[in-house]
C-alpha cells in the first residue's frame, strides 16, 4: 500500500482570500530581504518564508501563538499559504515566539511596512483618517466654591463659558460622559502615529508622559 502526500494548491485556489493575498502581494519579492536571518548551523528549521508567512496570519487573523498553531495543523488554506502540504508537520507555538525574537522589532516594522507600500502601489490599499482617542484628567473632584461664587456675582450657572474666571485651574473644563457623569479636569488624546499625548494645550511625547 503507497501513501501519497496531497500538495492543496487546487483546494485553495480561488475559493480563499489567502489566494489572492499570495497572487497580489507577491511575497518572494518582500522575502528576499530578509534571507540574511538564514543559517545552514543545527538541524533543518521550517525556514524564513514559513516565519514571515505565519507572522502575517497571525497579525491578519489576531491570532495568539496557539491558536496560529492549531489554524496551521488543520485549516488548509493556512498550510497552503505556508507552503505545506496536507501531512506535512507544521511548527508549534513557541516557533513562532522564537522567529519574532530573530526578526527584532525593526525587521518586523520593515515587514509590515514594504506589505503597505506594496499594497498601495497596487491600488488595494489606501490612506486612512486617523482617529485621536481620549481619557477623563479629573483635576478634583468638586467645584462648589467656585459655583457658589459665580452665582454670587450674578451668573446662571457654572459653565464652561465663564469657569476661566472662577476657578483657580483656568484651563480645565468640564466634561461629560453618557448622560449624566460629569467632571472637570482635562482630556488626555492620544493619536498613535503621531505618538503624542495632549493635555491642555501642551503636547508630550507618549515615553515622557508615561
Not at 62 to 87: H, V, Y
Not at 100 to 121: D, H, N
Request: hydrophobic fraction near 40%; glycine fraction near 6%; charged fraction near 30%.
Amino acid at each position: 500500500m503507497s501513501f501519497y502526500d496531497i500538495d492543496l494548491k487546487d483546494q485553495v485556489a480561488g475559493r480563499h482570500e489567502l489566494w489572492e493575498i499570495e497572487k497580489v502581494v507577491n511575497f518572494p519579492a518582500i522575502l528576499y530581504r530578509f534571507e540574511d536571518l538564514s543559517t545552514k548551523l543545527g538541524r533543518s528549521g521550517y525556514g524564513i518564508d514559513v516565519g514571515i508567512k505565519s507572522l502575517y496570519l497571525q497579525f491578519h487573523y489576531n491570532l495568539s501563538d496557539r491558536q496560529l498553531e492549531k489554524r496551521l495543523r488543520f485549516d488548509i488554506a493556512f498550510r497552503w499559504f505556508c507552503g505545506f502540504t496536507a501531512f506535512e508537520e507544521t511548527p508549534d507555538h513557541s516557533f513562532f515566539c522564537r522567529f519574532r525574537k530573530l526578526l527584532g522589532t525593526k525587521r518586523t516594522a520593515k515587514f509590515f511596512e514594504l506589505l503597505v507600500k506594496r499594497s498601495k502601489e497596487l491600488g488595494i490599499m489606501r490612506s486612512v483618517f486617523r482617529f485621536a482617542d481620549a481619557t477623563a484628567v479629573i483635576t478634583k473632584q468638586t467645584t462648589w466654591e467656585e459655583r457658589d461664587k459665580a452665582l454670587a456675582e450674578g451668573e446662571i450657572a457654572l459653565n464652561n463659558k465663564n469657569i476661566n474666571r472662577y476657578s483657580a485651574d483656568s484651563q480645565a473644563r468640564f466634561g461629560c460622559k453618557g448622560k449624566d457623569k460629569f467632571w472637570f479636569g482635562y482630556k488626555a488624546h492620544v493619536v498613535p502615529r503621531e505618538g503624542q499625548m495632549i493635555f491642555g494645550d501642551k503636547a508630550y511625547s507618549l515615553s515622557s508622559a508615561a
